[in-house]
């Protein structure tokens, strides 16, 4: 097996339990450098439980997550980002009274010396660094100065997706990052997608929209009620397959 066909993050038999709840029940997991994989399942299905799991946000009950050939866990979203894992949840969580700047560098804000003196946010740096950053993927914003809220939802989500890029994500967890968008603003997420492939960004693909699943995806894991129902290439696949797995 190549070093690209390794699972560049792996969970095996995570099991997840809410009181009397089993969220999540032995569920595997993978994605490959360089590979979309999409997470499809009804709501319930335990999509949003796996992905709190491997980004941080709470721990699994059993089963081990391996990233990068290594076994780990991470204590908190601030351990699972430091090691290359990033996370764009529906909301976005951006600041909207924020420039793009100060989004991009949202709680890592550089600093410098006013007057050689006082420390002071360095806002310069960060819109310099930032206008760097969505240049490389071909995202054309003409004010970095601009509050987010002032911005598409399309734009919103490039700022989000630059976000993850400039920090160096591995693993990028996308959840449902086309929807409430238009057809263009969708056609350019999906190509900035696969801008991302081919850096060898691992992406986890969360969404509803099975249009948007078969454009973009490798493979397409479905759970069903906490537990995996099935594994396809989505080129051996169709969409009424797909759905015939998350419905049972």
Known sequence: ????????????????????VLALDRVDFSVNAGEVVALAG????????????????????????????????????????????????????????????????LGREPMTRLFGIVPVIDRRRMREEAAKTLDTLDIGLDRLDRPVRALSGGQRQCVAIGRALHWHAKVLIMDEPTAALGVPEQRKVV?????LKARGVGIIFISHNLQDIFAVADRIT???????AGMRNTA??????VVRLMVG
Do not use: W
Not at 74 to 99: K, M, S, V
Not at 191 to 195: A, C, G, K, R
């Open 191 to 195: 190509s900035l997608i696969q801008s």
């Open 42 to 105: 009804d709501n319930g299905a335990g999509k949003s439980t796996l992905i709190k799991i491997i980004s941080g946000v709470f721990p699994s009950d059993s089963g081990e997550l391996r990233y990068g050939g290594e076994r780990v866990s991470f204590a908190n979203p601030h351990d699972a980002r430091d090691r290359g894992i990033e996370t764009i949840y529906q909301d976005l969580a951006l600041a909207d009274n924020l420039d793009v700047g100060a989004n991009v560098f």
């Open 222 to 228: 479905v759970l069903r009620r906490g537990v995996n």
């Open 236 to 241: 051996e696949t169709n969409p009424d397959e």
């Open 1 to 20: 097996m190549s070093e690209r066909a390794k699972p560049l993050l792996e969970a095996r038999g995570m099991t997840k339990k809410f009181g009397g």
